[in-house]
């Protein structure tokens, strides 16, 4: 057998580097724990919606202190507002806020990351072949919180916010990749389809959980369907497929009903 010289070793391991390395997944994910500022305006915005979110029957988690039960009625009569953010952030700044509540959570969502990036790039080779546009982010910073519903969006950089407790707990399930895929779902579809066509918050709801389940469904096998959805779209999306064509689909769904 011929004995390889050593410029051709080092070209053999440089190219198995190099092929090694073009086939992981890309990063899209990262963590971390929330500043007093962060956790604030969790509360405030939470506070402001609360309206909202009681009608549609959100389970809503707030601080157990007076100051923040004033400010929910105060909310609940229209005259909460902006002025009203100071007081949440001294409150978290002076008795609530403890970084290592966060350890748990912060340990669980790392232990996860390379499946929620796979998931995400399953996203970015399927959407080659959609009639519409799905709204991706470089990177989807995932930010954590004891406070507000199971999770929340910034459709416009990417941020989703993940509730938890100091157990490392979820609402509605028990891993946090569930979640965390329901509100890059939520933030890729929230222009080209729900502004697009002014969907109902039971449609939309009901829409990001189709397309979850038709993509990510053994993957997810834990996934719920949420009761507040809009099930009359559901005969009209039943396969993967059915996505390449979801304006269209929308469209005669739209004229029908």
Known sequence: MLKLSNL????????????CQSQKTPEKISVQIPTIGQEATSIWRTIND???????????????????????????????????????????ESKIYNPQAYQLVLDKVQAKTDLINGMIQEIEKSKDQW????????????????????????P?????????????????????????????????????????????????????????????????????IQNMGDATIDEYLTRKEDLEHLTSIIEDYRDKN
């Open 8 to 19: 051709t070793q080092i070209l053999i391991a440089l190219f198995f580097s190099f092929s």
């Open 50 to 92: 609360i309206n909202f979110l009681e009608s549609q029957g959100y389970r809503i988690h707030l601080p157990k202190d007076s100051l923040i039960d004033s400010l929910v009625k105060k909310s609940k009569h229209g005259k909460f507002g902006n002025d009203d953010f100071p007081l949440i952030y001294q409150l978290l």
């Open 131 to 154: 009639n519409w546009n799905f709204k991706s982010f470089e990177a989807y910073p995932i930010v954590f919180t004891l406070y507000g519903t199971g999770g929340s969006y910034d």
């Open 156 to 224: 416009d950089s990417g941020v989703v916010t993940l509730f938890t407790t100091p157990k490392g707990e979820f609402t509605k399930y028990d891993a946090p990749e569930y979640t965390i895929i329901h509100e890059i779902v939520h933030m890729g579809i929230e222009e080209s389809i729900v502004q697009k066509y002014q969907l109902s918050h039971g449609l939309k709801e009901r829409l990001v959980d189709i397309v979850i389940t038709l993509m990510f469904g053994e993957l997810l096998p834990e996934y719920k």
